[in-house]
Structure formats: C-alpha cells, structure tokens
C-alpha cells in the first residue's frame, strides 16, 4: 500500500501524523511511504531522517494526496485538503465530526473511508489514541502553572518544591482521571502537597491503591472544593464528563476565597473548562488575569511540545496504522472492532452513531 503523510496546515499545529520510526516500520512491512517535504521539521524530524527511514520526500500535499491509498495525519483535514480526498483513499487522522457539519459533509461528498483517532477504543473502556495527549497535558500541567506561579508572571511567587524551613506549594487536582493522575504525579514529584479530587469511588481506590504516599484524594464535592482551594497555590481543572460540556466546578465569586495570585490551570477549556471564568488561550498569550487570580487555559497544550507528543502519538497510531496497511481496512476492521469503532464515515456514509445524533444525520 502507499501510505502518504502531508505537512499539517492548521495554524500553530507542529505534530506530524508519522515519525521516522513509523515510516520505517511501513516500509519494512512491504509499504511504499510518501512524505511532504519538511512535514516532520515541528517535531525536530528533517527530510533526511525520512529518507533514512526508506520513505520518499515529494514537494507538495497534492502530490501526497493524488499517490496514497491511505492518508496519515495528525488534524482534522482542512477545507483545501477534503477536496483532495478520494473515493477509494483511507483516511486516518484525529477528525473531531460532532461539533464540524462543514467537514462531516466535505468527508461524506469525497466517499472516502475516514478513521478517526478519538474513537478508537481499547479492552478496558479507554481511547488509547486520546489517551497519549491527555498524558502529555497533564505531565505539562504542573510544569506552566508553575511557571505562572512565578511572580513576575502575576503569580504568588511561590516556588513548587518549597525549600527546607519553607512549605511546598499546594496543587488541587479536580478529577483523577489521565490527565488528573498524570498532573499529579509530576506536581508530587516537584515536591508540591498535592491532593486529587475525583467522583468516582473505585478510581479514588485505584489512586490509592497506587500512590499512597505521593498524594492524597478525597471524594469531589462542592464543600470539599470549596475548603480546598481557599488554600491552593494552584488548582488543576482535568474533569471529563464524557459527551457533555465539562461542569463549572469554581464559580467566579469563589476566586474571592482563594489567595491572591493563585493559579488555575484549566486543562478541561476544551469541554468548555472546568471554571466559570475560564475562556481558551493560545500558547503566544497563554495567561490571564481575573479578580487577582491568575489563568491557564489553552486548548491545544499538547502543542507545546510537539515533538514528545508527535513521538507519543505515533507509539499508539503505529499498530493500527500497520494492520490497515496490511489487511485492508476492511479486513482490519472486521479483525478489530477497537479499531471499528473508529470508522466513521465510509462511501458517502456516516457510520459513527453518536456523530450522526450530534449532526441529525441518519447512520
Ligand atoms: P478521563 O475520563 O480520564 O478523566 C476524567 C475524570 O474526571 C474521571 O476520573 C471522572 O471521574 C472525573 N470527574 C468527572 N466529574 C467530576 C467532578 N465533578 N469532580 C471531580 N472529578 C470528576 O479524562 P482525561 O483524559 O483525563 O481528560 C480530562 C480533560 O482534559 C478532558 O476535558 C479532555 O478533553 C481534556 N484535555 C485537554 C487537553 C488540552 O490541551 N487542553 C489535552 C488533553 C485532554
């Protein structure tokens, strides 16, 4: 199969849908790569690692669109790349359908077979091509707000770790899930007192259970939030409801309460956030001012490092990305219903439920 890969287009998107390593492992599974030019260069990967890896640079995305039989990217496709799309081309890439009717109908229109990441599934419940950006948010969490802690960013000027004859800050994560355990880990591990808070009992066991010692947990309540963040340095939002808005858990009158320069690190801004005053930001003006309290609230944080989450996406895509090369997606979907469940549109079809509830299109 030829398994084409363009530059992403999407302003400030720096991934690249294949690294080097994945390029190899296609070849060295009888595939032909196709890579555009300098679509690696944001993740730190040249043309030449490419070529090394037995891939072929070609100039431009048409010319990537117009040879492969599957396409491997990273964004949504953008309006100039959906009139590329062809009837008999797989698409394999994170697509977003539910809030796009644009895209849903150029996708629909070019009778391609499109895949998407973010509904790809795994044996316990879990979107294991989510789940790598939700470890890098949440590793990078702790790591901005502590940077906006700093004073001179308008925070407390509180350093995370403390030092000896000085406390160490206090971090509030609000919701133990992949990006709430993974926050917390990293803030524990710069020497912050971190408490976790989450609604779901056996995933407080589990935090238990695991990290006794590290942080403590306690059961998500209004009350429970409401005592904890009047003494937070830095309150971590990492709350999903899965299919709904995320719940403003801290109203603006409660920033009243906190200490002046606390920080809240909104990693749920793209459910909408977790705080009534929080609005999205890019990583150019990633923080703001509200009532004293300082805010982080960018959308795309895995952005920030593009080439940790480049290679961490490439990790989870690789074998799916290899088993429809080498069945056919047909027969890889028959083979996987994880992977099935990432089809979701196919000849002029949609084939995702939920997409079609949210776009009141029949499936
Ligand atoms: P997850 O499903 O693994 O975890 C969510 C957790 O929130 C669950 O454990 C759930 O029990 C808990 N929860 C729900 N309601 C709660 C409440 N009222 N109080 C406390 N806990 C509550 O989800 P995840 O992968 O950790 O993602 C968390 C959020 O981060 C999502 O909104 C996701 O879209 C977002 N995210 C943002 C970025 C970014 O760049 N900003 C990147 C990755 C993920």
Known sequence: MKIGCPKEIKPQEFRVGMTPNAAQEAVANGHEVIIETKAGIGSGFDDAAYVAAGA??????????????????????????????????????????????????????????????????????????LAPMSEVAGRLAPQVGAWTLQKANGGRG????????????????????????????????????????????????????????QFKNQYSTAGATAELIQDADMVIGAVLI????????????????????????DVAIDQGGCFETSRPTTHADPIYDVDGIMHYCVANMPGAVARTSTI??????????????????????????????????????????????????DV
Request: charged share 20%; aromatic share 4%; glycine share 12%.
């Open 242 to 265: 899965p299919g709904a808005a995320a719940p403003k858990l801290i109203s603006r009158a409660q920033l009243g309460t906190m200490k002046p320069g606390a920080v809240l690190v």
């Open 158 to 213: 509180v350093l995370m770790g403390g030092v000896p004859g000085v406390g160490p800050a206090k971090v509030v994560v609000i919701g133990g899930g992949v990006v709430g355990t993974h926050a917390a880990r990293i803030a524990a591990g710069m020497g912050a007192d971190v408490t976790v808070l989450d609604r779901s009992l056996p995933r407080l066991r589990y935090l238990d259970d695991a990290f006794r010692g």
């Open 56 to 129: 072929r640079i070609v100039d431009t995305a048409e010319e990537v669109f117009a040879t492969a039989d599957m396409i491997v990217k990273v964004k949504e496709p953008q309006a100039v790349e959906r009139k590329m799309l062809r009837e008999d081309q797989v698409l394999f890439t994170y697509l977003h359908l539910a809030p796009d009717p644009e895209q849903t109908k150029d996708l629909l229109a070019s009778g391609c077979t499109a895949i998407a990441y973010e509904t790809v599934t795994d044996d316990r419940g879990g979107l294991p091509l």
């Open 312 to 361: 961490a996406l490439g990790n989870a895509t690789m074998p799916f990305m290899l088993a429809l090369a080498n069945k056919g997606w047909r027969q890889a979907c028959q083979d996987d219903p994880h992977l099935l469940a990432g089809l979701n549109v196919h000849a002029g079809q949609l084939t995702y439920v939920e997409v079609g509830k949210a776009l009141g299109i």
